[in-house]
């Protein structure tokens, strides 16, 4: 809190990543977190990478060009990266900023004008994301595949190549804009499946009752062949970045938290 009102005082955007795997509680937790830095007088706002996605079109041009995998939405290189960049820097200047957002029930980007805008300049950027600053692997650490997906659907590995060349490129650029990274580490990669299947079950019943169509949104059998695309990242994620985030918040399978902080730190400010 502190280093937001430092970065306020001196004209300055402060900007935070919140990361960690599907389920874990990045948008709760960016909800209050806005809440808390709003109360405070610190003009706050919420970003989703998951609302940057691909359109389906531009999905299935990329499948078609690079790989059919990449399809699939949520992994590196199936984001629209630039247009982060450019709102991330329009939140900074005077004006409305349109926030872009993407509906899952139907697996596309709301038209621009379903957008949501704010006022800026804003005080706070809380971005969250699965694979936010998620760091390249090693090019060996790549030739033998994670899973059956991968076993099966990208047996010379081109699609995590292409993945891994995203993190490499526009990915470090978006992570570069950060002032401060947390990371929520889920207790392992077996867990997020049922983290994962709990919030399509939510969102399933919510649309449901909207009255509105459900047809594309995923079965259970279908959500765990989806999790599989992320399951590589997720636990090279899990595996290196407590090293490297300035907030550690290590969950259980019913997601109780312990916080940890970089070796020397301590809990930052109120």
């Known amino acids: 809190m502190q280093r937001a009102r430092a970065a306020a005082q001196h004209g300055a955007c402060f900007k935070v ?12 937790l960016a909800v209050v977190l806005q809440r808390l830095l709003q109360a405070r007088g610190l003009a706050t706002a919420v970003l989703s990478l998951d609302d940057f996605y691909l359109t389906r079109q531009q999905r299935a041009e990329l499948a078609e060009r690079v790989h059919p995998l990449l399809q699939t939405r949520g992994v590196p290189g199936t984001h629209d990266i630039a247009l982060a960049l450019q709102v991330v820097e329009s939140l900074q200047r005077a004006g409305e900023v349109a926030l872009p957002a993407f509906d899952k029930a139907r697996d596309e980007r709301r038209a621009p004008q379903d957008w949501p805008s704010v ?33 099966h659907e990208d047996a010379d590995g081109g699609w995590r190549r292409y993945v891994n060349t995203a993190l490499a490129g526009d990915y470090r650029r978006l992570c570069n804009l950060f002032d401060y990274r947390v990371f929520l580490a889920a207790p392992g990669f077996d867990v997020v499946y049922q983290w994962r299947l709990q919030q399509e079950q939510q969102l399933r019943q919510q649309v449901a009752a909207q009255g509105a169509d459900t047809s594309r949104m995923m079965s259970d059998a279908q959500l765990g062949r989806f999790v599989r695309h992320y399951e590589r990242l997720t636990r090279h994620m899990l595996e290196d970045m407590p090293a490297r985030a300035d907030v550690v918040i290590r969950l259980d399978s019913a997601r109780a938290m312990t916080l940890e902080f970089p070796a020397g730190d301590e809990a930052p400010e109120q």
């Open 17 to 28: 990543a919140l990361c960690g795997a599907q389920g874990s509680g990045k948008t709760t």
């Open 119 to 151: 006022a800026a300049p804003v005080q706070v950027v809380l971005f969250e994301g699965w694979c936010l600053c998620a760091a390249p692997q090693a090019a060996a650490a790549l030739a033998r595949p994670v899973n059956e997906l991968e076993a």
